[in-house]
Structure formats: C-alpha cells, structure tokens
C-alpha cells in the first residue's frame, strides 16, 4: 500500500497521503482498488491517512452534504457491553 499502517507523514516521507503521488505501481493499483471499492459501498476516505475511511459519522455526513450523521456517539456502557460480549464469543 506505499506504507505501514498508521504511519505518519514523516515516516511514510508522505506515502501516508491518499493521493501521494510517489507510489510504486503495484502500491497504487493497490489503492486504486481499495478506494474504488469503499467508494462503491460509500464511504469516504480521509485524505491524510490512505487507511481511514468514514461511513454515517459526522466527517462522512460533512463531506457528502448529508444533513446529519446516521448514528450517534457511543456511550461508555454500551462500549463495556460490546466488548464483553466479543469476549464471550472468543
């Protein structure tokens, strides 16, 4: 993908860009397609980190002119639940 997760624009040397222009081709035919695939399902990419996509939140909703998010914030008491219930089904 032109970079390690996460990394940021001085140890990617900007690779962590979307649009970075110095991929190698493999590298960006890797993008091209994870982006005109998440595109498709509609989410938005954030264009400072290639691996950060948006779908229903505030940023998704700015950016599509959508009138508000589709969902709303997550309270500490349902993050508790979720996170037992993933350890449950472990």
Not at 51 to 68: E, K, L, M, N, V
Request: glycine share 6%; net charge negative; aromatic share 18%.
């Amino acid at each position: 993908m032109g970079c390690n997760y996460d990394e940021d624009e001085e140890a990617s040397d900007g690779a962590c860009y979307s649009a970075y222009a110095g991929l190698l081709p493999t590298h960006a035919e890797n993008r091209r397609l994870l982006f005109a695939v998440m595109a498709s399902a509609g989410f938005i990419n954030y264009p400072f980190e290639w691996w950060h996509w948006s779908y229903g939140d505030r940023y998704w909703a700015f950016i599509t002119g959508q009138p508000a998010a589709i969902y709303a914030a997550v309270e500490d008491a349902e993050l508790k639940a979720c996170a037992h219930m993933s350890n449950f089904l472990a």
